[in-house]
Nanobody, 126 residues
Framework: QVILKESGGKLVQAGGSLTLSCAAS????????LAWFRQSPGKEREFVSA????????YSADSVKGRFTISRDIAKSAAYLQMNSVKPEDTAVYYC???????????????????WGQGTQVTVSS
């Protein structure tokens, strides 16, 4: 079992930066993929970015490429989402998710992930 807890969400002005953190506990060594998703009011949850926990390979949605960077610290069992040049459309609840599945993944599919955090609110003002 893996328990995920996000933190770092806040109110930020457009063009600003912030870093979200995802702390993993339980059996974090079983994680194969760690991802960030987000959900705005009235919209479906959407993929933001993912990484291979052990290899470090990264994947990002086109909407955040060049602005958001995913990373992880295995020793701390933590993952991060560095968000730069934020826009009002980045306003959402951000969730981290973990997949324990081995082999190939469809990184942007919600169904790929076994565990989810509670989410952290990011609000970008214009």
């Amino acid at each position: 079992q893996v328990i995920l807890k996000e933190s770092g969400g806040k109110l930020v002005q457009a063009g600003g930066s912030l870093t979200l953190s995802c702390a993993a506990s339980g059996q974090p060594f079983k994680i194969n993929i760690l991802a960030w998703f987000r959900q705005s009011p009235g919209k479906e949850r959407e993929f933001v970015s993912a990484l291979s926990w052990h290899r470090g390979t990264k994947y990002s949605a086109d909407s955040v490429k060049g602005r958001f960077t995913i990373s992880r610290d295995i020793a701390k069992s933590a993952a991060y989402l560095q968000m730069n040049s934020v826009k009002p459309e980045d306003t959402a609840v951000y969730y981290c998710a973990a997949s324990l599945k081995s082999g190939s993944h469809d990184f942007d599919r919600i169904s790929e992930y076994d565990y989810w955090g509670q989410g952290t609110q990011v609000t970008v003002s214009s």
